[in-house]
């Protein structure tokens, strides 16, 4: 029998990430994250994801993948979302948009793009397993994928993905597993002893990513093998981190003239500017007194806005009113899913915070300060951007364990569900006066009583969100 990689992948809104480990007959692994994806813009970076980025060609072809893409008119951004029919998100974002006018420019379905995109994350990933495990690789092993899906979506959502997983060239032995699952698990590996999280306490997993925040909550069952329950239904909104980089445009929009911005910087002083703000100024601005600078090519000087030599000096107090905005809208959230776990019975005793945005350490001190007056610790992974693809290389790991003991079994972190719908049938009971309306009366000629046709009996109604 073939020893075992489990791939696990998380492929978000804005940026992916993969993970993989060797499975041992001992049962000891160590997951290694990738993190040196092709990147032209710097040499000898590491970063644990890669943007969720594509470009075709005049020919219809793939041309740019990635970092190695450019920001323009023909990058094709937020695809993802299109895979969901009914998301809330589709006409809300205008990324979305311009990638749809994109796909039906090169008649090309959402579904054929993550195809392709997943594609180059594969090709990349055995790349990966070839430079570490050897040219003979897929000779010695054998593949479990485990690919991410975000807890809300839908049965129809969630075979598309698949499709294009399978379209892509992943392997037949693939498990879609949801995104705030296997954050779970990776945080919850790393802190639940030093929390002293227990059977029994309720936590809230906050995955705050580029483009949405995503929550959900649950109730520890057993930590040994880990199993939880769903104590709250997932909740989220679009206040990820791509809305600090908008707010900081428009802010320099605003100093040197939104004219000339728009007519008199270039494109590459725009995407060098704002990719300073993002790698740079975003991922380190803690609130605290510091010296922030971006580059302002063909700004000029301007000493009253802080722009000298073509470099502005960022104020903090202006860094933290675009910081505020948005990790005030991701409090709320958390409030709310709180909220809806006391409404369930049950008390939060912590906050996993997991995703890129869920790396800052401002939105961390933002949280924790809100959360001061209760007994409710918030808590970050020490790397929350690669959680999610951790966490399902850890599922897989763990699922593969429980299968080799007893095949006719599967190991199932999550094992009780809130009902996002609700179910029934449609029947006639006996006609009742105090109850019934009189168009849904009839006679039943076999019984020989009176009835009232089409009436729902619930058999499971769905939990409604607070």
């Known amino acids: 029998m073939l020893s075992q990689i489990v791939v696990g992948i998380d492929f978000g809104t804005t940026h992916s990430g993969v993970s993989w480990a060797v499975k041992t007959k001992a049962g000891g692994h160590k997951v290694r994250v990738i993190n040196d994806w ?29 970092y190695a893409n450019t920001p323009g008119d023909s990058t094709l951004k937020w695809f993802k979302v299109l895979l969901e029919p009914d998301n809330k998100y589709r006409n809300a974002v205008e990324e979305v948009q ?5 796909l039906n420019s090169i008649g090309k379905p959402p579904e054929d793009l993550t195809a392709d995109y997943l594609s180059l994350i594969w090709k990349y990933t055995k790349d990966d397993l070839r ?5 003979d690789w897929e000779d010695i092993y054998a593949l479990k994928v485990v690919l991410t899906v975000p807890a809300i979506w839908s049965a129809a959502a969630k075979e598309k993905t698949l499709r294009a997983a399978k379209a892509a060239g992943f392997p037949a032995d693939i498990t879609l597993v949801t995104e705030p699952e296997a954050a779970a698990i990776a945080v919850l590996k790393d802190k639940a002893a030093e929390e002293g999280l227990e059977v029994g306490d309720s936590f809230v997993v906050c995955d705050a990513g580029g483009g949405t925040v995503d ?33 900081f445009e ?16 270039s494109q590459k002083a725009k995407t060098n500017m704002m990719r300073e703000f993002e790698y740079g100024v975003k991922r380190v601005f803690t609130g605290e007194n510091a010296l922030y600078t971006v580059d302002l090519k063909g700004s000029g000087d301007d ?7 073509d470099t502005i000096t960022l104020k903090v107090s202006m860094l933290k009113t675009i910081f505020d905005h948005v990790c005030n809208q991701v409090q709320t959230l958390v409030e709310r899913q709180i909220d809806s776990v006391g409404e369930h019975g049950s008390k939060v005793k912590a906050v996993l ?32 951007w690669s959680a999610i693809c951790r966490g399902a290389t850890e599922w897989g790991l763990e699922n593969a364990d ?25 029947l006639s009971c006996l006609w009742d006066a105090s109850i019934h309306d009189e168009h849904d009366r009839y006679f039943d000629q076999a019984e020989g009583v009176y009835r009232a046709r089409n009436q729902m009996r619930w058999l499971l109604k769905r939990v409604r969100l607070t």
């Open 38 to 66: 092709p990147n032209p813009h710097a040499q000898n970076a590491t970063a644990d994801k890669v943007p969720t980025t594509v470009s075709y060609g005049g020919d219809g072809k793939l041309d740019w993948w990635g």
């Open 98 to 102: 311009a990638s749809m006018k994109l």
């Open 131 to 135: 430079r570490h495990q050897g040219q």
């Open 215 to 247: 929550l959900i909550s649950y109730k520890i069952k057993s930590l040994s093998p880990l199993q939880i329950e769903e104590s709250a239904i997932g909740d989220g909104d679009l206040c990820g981190s791509v809305f600090l980089d908008r707010a």
């Open 250 to 265: 428009r802010y320099i929009a605003t100093i040197i003239g939104p004219e000339r911005y728009r007519t008199q910087f």
């Open 303 to 309: 000493s009253m806005n802080g722009i000298d030599d």
């Open 353 to 384: 915070l997991v995703g890129g945005f869920g790396s800052s350490k401002y939105l961390f001190n933002h949280i924790s300060a809100a959360q001061k007056a209760s007994e409710i610790r918030v808590l970050q992974s020490t790397n929350a």
């Open 402 to 426: 429980a299968v080799a003991v007893c095949p006719d079994r599967t190991n199932k972190t999550v094992v009780s569900r809130l009902s996002r719908y609700s179910y029934g049938v449609a």
